[in-house]
């Protein structure tokens, strides 16, 4: 019971307040009246589990490692474009060699090859750089010029490199020219290794070991999927307003109700749905009392927060999220930012085995007032509406609609 000392400023809200039900006058004459006015409660029906829905909340996912089986050196295909002598003629006659002694320091080794793909000063050197070229070469194009390879957000493999690193050089000692060849010799016209910075040489072996490392790939699944389902007839019943709510039949409660003030769009969605041969199960969630039915969002103003969506709908293809705002309210920014949070969580829970998410798709929708009364009036079904408006990723998706 409520107290209020009178002003005559109140006398406006008292008469709003009066106008629906939300406040009531008594005296002698009225003390059987309600003080709850028109209130109900609305229990789970017979029969509710065909029109229960159950959420999946993914505690814990499986991790795929990617990995390498050995590679089998002996097995790789050799250089047989051309031979040693051939290859050492391709140097050229640019050859310059650079030998500096300074007080603080010493320079040695800076060789500059014309015709070579990369400028390196040793063996060592070289074999550092074509495994970073290898990593990088299953994941974007080559660079061009005598650029190894840049620093790459997401290479190929930025792990167990040193293990390709000796498979480079086995591969280049025992197994690319066909015979036994010596990088660190000195018979093909000076450091032999210089022959293998020649664009040919440096092609083929990328090319044979990318091949190879991707018929060696092989993926291992750790860990184990770890679901749990909340299901909305947890919450056994609900509390409406007789005047603003409808007897429903494919709903788990008997009643569903909306709100009194600005509630006629998701009163025209629950006359819609109820009517509708192609509707097999839908709920208004409950802000409230299903607190469970909830998804996280950032607000325009970078605060974290939850928001529930309107109605839960399910057909023969999907089960949709449902959001009915007014026409001026969806370009709003924190409705976007729902907007991409649902999108999210519906794509994480398509990527669910089936069975756990009742072996259909979820999307999220979201429909502007007009939208709604526009396809009623033409007579269509809420189904097809749901199943046109509904969101779908801009990476895989064909039509992005959104109804604005």
């Not at 028109?38 to 829905?53: N, W």
């Not at 070469?137 to 005598?146: D, F, I, R, S, V």
């Not at 469970?292 to 949709?320: C, E, M, Q, W």
């Amino acid at each position: 019971m409520l107290s209020i000392v009178e002003h005559p400023a109140f006398q406006g809200f008292y008469d709003e307040l009066l106008a629906e039900g939300l406040a009531g006058t008594t005296g002698d004459e009225s003390d059987d009246s309600s003080a709850v006015g028109d209130v109900i409660t609305t229990e789970l029906r017979e029969g509710f589990e065909a029109f229960d829905f159950s959420l999946p909340f993914i505690l814990r996912e499986t991790d795929e490692l990617r990995d390498h089986r050995p590679l089998l050196v002996d097995e790789l295909p050799p250089f047989g474009a051309m031979g040693l002598e051939a290859l050492a003629r391709l140097l050229g006659q640019g050859d310059t060699f650079i030998s500096q002694d300074l007080q603080s320091a010493t320079l040695f080794g800076d060789y500059r090859v014309d015709g070579a793909v990369m400028n390196v000063g040793g063996y060592n050197d070289y074999l550092s750089r074509l495994t970073r070229r290898i990593g990088q070469a299953l994941h974007e194009p080559l660079p061009k010029g005598n650029k190894v390879a840049t620093h790459l957000a997401k290479p190929y493999l930025q792990v167990n490199t040193a293990e390709l690193t000796g498979w480079l050089d086995d591969y280049i000692w025992t197994r690319l020219f066909g015979a036994t060849f010596s990088p660190l010799g000195h018979e093909h016209g000076g450091e032999n290794w210089r022959v293998l910075l020649l664009q040919p040489v440096v092609d083929h072996i990328t090319k044979v070991f990318a091949m190879a490392l991707l018929d060696a790939e092989e993926t291992l699944t750790t860990g184990a999927l770890e679901v749990r389902h909340r299901a909305l007839s947890e919450v056994p019943r609900l509390v409406v307003r007789e005047a603003h709510s409808v007897p429903v039949s494919k709903c788990i409660y008997n009643r569903l109700g909306w709100p009194a003030r600005n509630g006629g769009l998701e009163r025209a969605f629950i006359h819609w749905a109820q009517a509708d041969a192609q509707v097999l199960a839908f709920c208004k969630i409950s802000e409230n009392r299903h607190t469970f039915a909830r998804l996280r969002y950032v607000k325009d103003d970078g605060l974290p927060a939850f928001y529930s969506p309107d109605f839960l709908v399910r057909t023969n293809d999907a089960i949709y999220l449902a959001e009915t705002k007014a026409q001026q309210q969806v370009t709003h920014p924190n409705v976007q930012r729902k907007l991409k949070a649902a999108m999210g969580w519906c794509e994480r829970i398509n990527g669910l085995p089936a069975e756990h998410r009742q072996g259909l798709p979820w999307h999220y929708v979201l429909l502007a007032e007009d939208v709604v009364h526009e396809w009623q009036q033409k007579g269509a079904h809420l189904a097809e509406l749901l199943h046109f408006a509904r969101l779908r990723p801009l990476g895989t998706a064909t039509l992005q609609q959104q109804l604005i």
